[in-house]
């Protein structure tokens, strides 16, 4: 494959090569634990690492090795790193890059379980964090301390969409010698590059659009070199968390739509996000497509295009959201997102109900809050099941 061919070409022909696989047009998979050395040598020179070649499949396999590879060609970074879900990439990268009495500053509003994460390892490992909202350099190096050695962020953030200026995020961490890491699962290489902004890690959960299917559970991470080695040697390689050989296979093969998929999710999504808008029971849409979304400038800068998710409120409450959700008849009432099935969920009591109340209003998850994932059904369909929906919402809203 040459190094100019375009994305297209590279989510089918990068990190695989049929020649060294007897023209197997779609690549094998490795389901061995271990690797035999043809004599204790091999074996002495592959652990000191002065001998190329596998040793055990926790610490390499080679249709993983196919999908890092992949991977790190389309986010543009030197090397991939593959996981057991998108929290093993997250937790190991931040356990990897932190250590007691470090800072992390993050975006506010990020996925639950990350704001779990940090919550654990501040009370458990003394590791500190602050979540704030990433707008304005000023604000944002107030909150910068020397201890600090990580800025985490999410951009678009789930499930409020808002977005972060990786730009400029890339500018302060220069400034300050941090590393930038970058969730990138809701845009996937496709949409935004985080890399050529100036960060430095690249994380997945891939169990989302780059699988696709909704058939997979896994997480990557695409970095610099020096970056990824050490990850791979500690808290990849101790802690454990790594991918199967089968579920890369499945990423490979998801990955080889992925441009074709996000274009049909884009185009969806930005003519639901109209029809909502134009709906009397929306309060409220935020979807980086829209002209009148807040951060429409920033996803114009760094977004391809404007991304498959769609977050908005429902006039009324808790029970309102609720009811409403339950009044699907072709959407999915499931969390995830990026798989072929619209899916429709409630952030507060779903993916951020381990987030408390407090911390949940200062992210902007009301409880009228919902998040769609547009899937890659005839976008006639989704808002025909919507609109039913909102219509006996308001029905229900004009009664009482
Ligand atoms: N990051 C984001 C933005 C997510 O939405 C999720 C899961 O929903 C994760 C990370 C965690 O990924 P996984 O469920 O694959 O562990």
Redesign the pocket.
Known sequence: MKKDNRFETKVIHSGYSSDQHHGALAPPIFPTSTFVFPDAETGEHRFAGEQEGYIYSRLGNPTVKMLEERIAVLEGGDQGLAFA??????SAVLMGLTKSEDHILCSQG?????FGLLQMLRDKYNVEHDLIAMSHPDVIEAYIRPNTKVIFI?TPI?PTMALVDLKMIGLIAAKYKIKVVV?N??CTPYLQRPLEHGCHLV??????YIGGHGDV???LVVGDKETIDLLAATTQKDIGGIMSPFDAWLLLRGLKTLPVRMDRHCDNAMYISKKLRKHPSVEAVYFPGDPEFADYTIAQKQMARSGGLISFKIKGDKKDAQNFINSMKLLKIA???GDAETLIQHPATM?HAVVPKEARDRMGISDNLIRLSVGLEAKEDIWEDLEQALQQHLRKTETV
């Open positions: 879900s998108g929290m093993a990439a997250v990020v996925y639950g379980c990350t999410e789930n969730d699962t809701f994380i997945h959960s891939a169990t989302k559970v896994a997480g969390v995830s997102l993916t």
